[in-house]
């Protein structure tokens, strides 16, 4: 069956626009006479219902791809089971003390920079970032990942912003290990949140929530505050607002397009063989996805720095986005679907059933009026 | 065929094609199976209108509501037997069916005036105000020989929709996306 759905998915995954649209919104001949059984067949409404309960493009986005098993056979299993006995008992405790020695390390120095140089604030800053640097490093090696950079590696001068395409938070290590981003993230619980709180303050972070429309006008204005500032770390923002599953990318929010500065696409592709790594946050909390990527062999990823991208003249902030998008789908080999991240947490808003309704009832009356 | 397992035997297929009459074929059935099984994320045996509703394509539907009361609580059989009247070896008859049940929405044979009424407040929303829509419907019925008090049973509708079938798009390209 895995076979037969590839061909299946790869004609079903070019958004075909008219799955979107009611047929009658699509060109047909003149409008004839209204007649009863143009309005008691509602087959074609009941038709997109059922197609998107057989299948959708969205759902497709967030589906975790775990490796075929290949332990079926009497001689392939005690490999397999020697394997995770290797990589449960051996690698994952070196990789745990690995990572304990970074942290401990890693706080031993920082605390005491942080309070000690509170005055010299550059010597800090330059300190501290490396810091930071070296400990998403230490996280890297935990995993045992094996990082491919291509491109040229990120400056840091102001009235840039750098988006990259997300599928789990080791996006933001994995890209730290190079250059200390500043970020905006969403608040999250837990350990996370103390570092988010303690450590990444130091290298510049923007925080917002989500679920909060009024927040949005203000995480605006410290986008473009941070952005302009000759000081501040290159920020790294990544516009789909969500973790997606890295065979799809969904659409970016134009937030980051429309800062007046240049915008550097990065695409990052995981390599699917060795672990899957896309984070899906409502299955599993972080801790345990990175449980999960300690035990596995190795995360290997490709990340690409393209070329840094300028607004057009009369582009729209939005297509200015699908553009880049379009450089980093088609580097990192990612389908684009039109869907917004956020359906992922919250229903589409009504305009979308109200464009439909709109259309249908300017069709009946065009048509009561041809008579 | 629990909601715990994830694995279908052949007697659990061969059950649910004969409750949807063999309107799909085994394979298909398998696809489905997966496809509820994504959808039923909590595990329950059965789809909650929240899922149904977490699938944006779904959810922007204009009938999505009345659709969602037919939907509640079925299961797995259940759910494949719902969706048959929408399989490309479905009969014409099971289409204008499904149809009916559509609008029949108190399940007693009959459709009023004001049942059809529903349904084009649905599909219409605040696009049409109320009079234009009783003043289409009253135009159309007149057209066709019924009129405002007039029922409408199943053969009344069979007569009615058989002609309009020629160019519905109930297209088999959907139904490929069970395979």
């Known amino acids: 069956m895995a076979s037969s759905s ?23 001949e003149a409008p004839r006479n209204l007649h009863l059984r143009d309005l008691l067949d509602i087959s074609p409404v009941l038709t997109e219902a ?7 493009s969205f759902t497709r986005c967030f ?8 332990n079926w056979n009497i001689y392939l299993f005690p490999l397999w089971c020697f394997g995770v006995v290797i990589r449960y008992g051996i690698l994952f405790p070196l990789r745990s003390l690995t990572l304990a020695i970074g942290w401990l390390a890693f706080f031993a120095a920082f605390f005491p920079v942080h309070f000690l140089l509170k005055g010299q604030d550059k010597l800090r800053s330059k300190i501290e970032r490396k ?24 400056s840091t001068r102001p009235h840039q912003v750098f988006v990259a395409n997300h599928t789990s938070m080791i996006d933001f290590i994995i890209l730290e290990q190079m250059t200390a981003f500043a970020v905006i993230m969403q608040k999250h619980p837990g350990w ?16 917002f929530n989500r679920n909060d429309l009024r927040d949005r006008e203000v995480t605006a204005r410290k986008l473009r505050e941070h952005v302009q500032h000759p000081d501040s770390n290159p920020l790294l ?58 035990t596995s062999w190795a995360v290997v990823c490709d990340v690409w720095y393209l070329e840094p991208q300028y607004l057009r003249e009369g582009e729209t902030a939005i297509a200015f986005a699908e553009r880049v998008r379009d450089m980093i789908a088609a580097r990192a080999g990612l389908k684009k679907v039109p869907w917004d991240g956020y359906l992922k947490h919250n229903r589409p808003s009504p305009k979308h059933t109200e464009e439909k309704q709109r259309i249908f009832a300017d069709s009946v009356l065009r048509r009561l009026e041809e008579k | 065929m629990g909601s ?109 005036f004001e049942g059809i009424l529903s349904i084009l407040r649905d599909l219409s929303g605040s696009f049409m105000t109320e009079q234009q829509r009783q003043k ?13 008090d007039s029922h409408f049973t199943l053969p009344d509708f069979m007569k009615v929709c058989s002609s309009s079938f020629s160019r519905s798009i109930y297209s088999s390209h959907k139904s490929n996306q069970l395979s």
């Not at chain 1, 059922?50 to 959708?56: K, N, Q």
């Not at chain 1, 810091?131 to 990120?154: D, N, Q």
């Not at chain 2, 289409?136 to 405002?148: C, D, I, Q």
């Open chain 2, 4 to 112: 715990t397992s994830s694995m279908l035997t052949q007697y659990d297929i061969e059950e649910v094609q004969d409750h949807c009459d063999h309107a799909f074929s085994q394979q298909e059935i398998v696809s489905l199976y997966h496809r509820f099984c994504q959808l039923d994320r909590n595990g329950g045996g059965f789809v909650s209108a929240d899922e149904f509703m977490s699938v944006p394509e779904f959810a922007v539907n204009p009938l999505s509501q009345r659709l969602l009361r037919m939907l509640d609580g079925l299961n797995f059989k259940e759910f494949v037997a719902f969706l048959s009247a929408f399989s490309p070896r479905a009969s014409l008859q099971q289409k204008i069916e499904f149809i009916f049940r559509v609008y029949d929405t108190d399940c007693n044979g009959k459709v009023a």
């Open chain 1, 50 to 56: 059922a197609g998107a309960i057989v299948d959708d």
């Open chain 1, 63 to 70: 589906k975790s791809n775990s490796p075929e098993p290949w």
């Open chain 1, 6 to 28: 590839v061909a299946a998915d790869m004609e079903l995954d070019h958004p075909n626009l008219e799955d979107y649209l009611p047929p009658d919104s699509l060109p047909q």
């Open chain 1, 192 to 207: 996370v949140g103390f570092i988010q709180k303690t450590i990444l303050e130091s290298v510049g972070c923007i925080w």
């Open chain 2, 136 to 148: 289409v419907l009253t135009h159309v019925l007149e057209e066709a020989g019924y009129t405002k």
């Open chain 1, 131 to 154: 810091l930071v640097e070296m400990m998403c490093s230490v996280f890297v090696a935990s995993w045992t990942g094996v990082i491919k950079y291509h491109g040229p590696r990120p």
């Open chain 1, 237 to 294: 923002i990544f516009p789909e607002g969500t973790c997606v599953n890295n065979q799809y990318t969904v659409m970016f929010k134009k937030g980051a397009f429309e800062l007046g500065c240049a915008v550097c696409p990065i695409a990052i592709k995981y390599n699917k063989i060795f672990v899957d790594a896309f984070w899906n946050s409502k299955k599993q909390s972080f801790t345990m996805h990175l449980v999960r990527l300690m």
